[in-house]
């Protein structure tokens, strides 16, 4: 069964116990997945089957696209809702073409991105969340990213939330922008929703529910 499954990763799990989950019910051994999606965020998951697993790196490397919603004067250790408030601001009030003229600064922006601590970057063989949940200190470089395209989708004062689209590269991660988003605002801000709508030339109107592929269910894209 060399092939390519996408997936609709539901929020609450692991893009790691997706694998495990797809593994088991189609008792494929070599299985993997081409871009890791955190535990509350949703959308296309494409899963390699068999030899696809090959094509990994080609990929991973492709732009992704995302639909975002930020929660606005809090900060947390994660960088999304499910961390540890370390930082709750007074509520400002912005403009919408304050915002919009933020967001549109990041367009076609290639920039150093730091990385957020909880991630699975490895430095000396341990991965920084590793380093994070012992709360020992390290040191890690920033990566050069490129933001190609973003686009606001919505801004409310009352609701404190900032929603926008992005199609980013490879290395690119969400939880740093949006701070860093913020940080141009003169405020911090934390991720809420995060939902992966394409990579490359895969969609997610293509991919199917776990539940689905449980059922019996398949859509496979061979190579």
């Known amino acids: ?26 008792g494929v051994k070599k299985v993997g997945h081409a871009g890791t999606l ?3 965020a949703t959308g296309l ?14 990929l991973i490397c ?7 919603e930020t929660k606005l004067f809090l900060e947390t250790d ?40 909880y991630s699975a970057i490895k430095i000396k063989g341990r991965k920084l969340y590793q380093y994070a949940r012992k709360g020992v200190p390290v040191e890690y470089p920033s990566r050069l990213v490129k933001i ?4 606001l989708l919505n801004y409310s004062s009352d609701e404190k939330k900032i929603n926008f689209l992005v199609e980013c590269s490879k290395g690119a991660y969400i939880r740093s922008l949006v701070k860093d988003i913020a940080e141009k605002l003169g405020t911090i ?7 992966r709508i394409s990579s490359g030339n ?14 019996g269910k398949l859509n496979l894209l061979f190579w």
């Open 78 to 117: 994660t960088g999304d809702i499910t961390g540890k408030i370390i930082k709750d601001e007074k509520p400002q009030t912005f403009t919408e073409n304050q915002v919009q003229a933020v967001i549109s600064s990041f367009y076609n922006y290639e920039y150093w991105q730091k990385p957020p601590i």
């Open 45 to 58: 998951l494409i899963i390699m089957l068999g030899k696809a697993t090959k094509l990994s790196n080609t």
């Open 189 to 195: 801000a934390t991720v809420s929703q995060l939902r």
């Open 38 to 40: 955190d535990p509350l």
């Open 1 to 26: 069964m060399d092939s390519i499954l996408l997936i609709n990763k539901p929020s609450g799990i692991t893009s790691h116990k997706v694998v495990e989950i797809i593994r088991k019910k189609l």
């Open 202 to 215: 895969f969609h997610i109107n293509q991919a199917l529910k776990l539940e689905e592929v449980e059922k």
């Open 148 to 151: 190609e395209k973003i686009k």
């Open 62 to 68: 492709q732009s992704k696209v995302y639909e975002v």
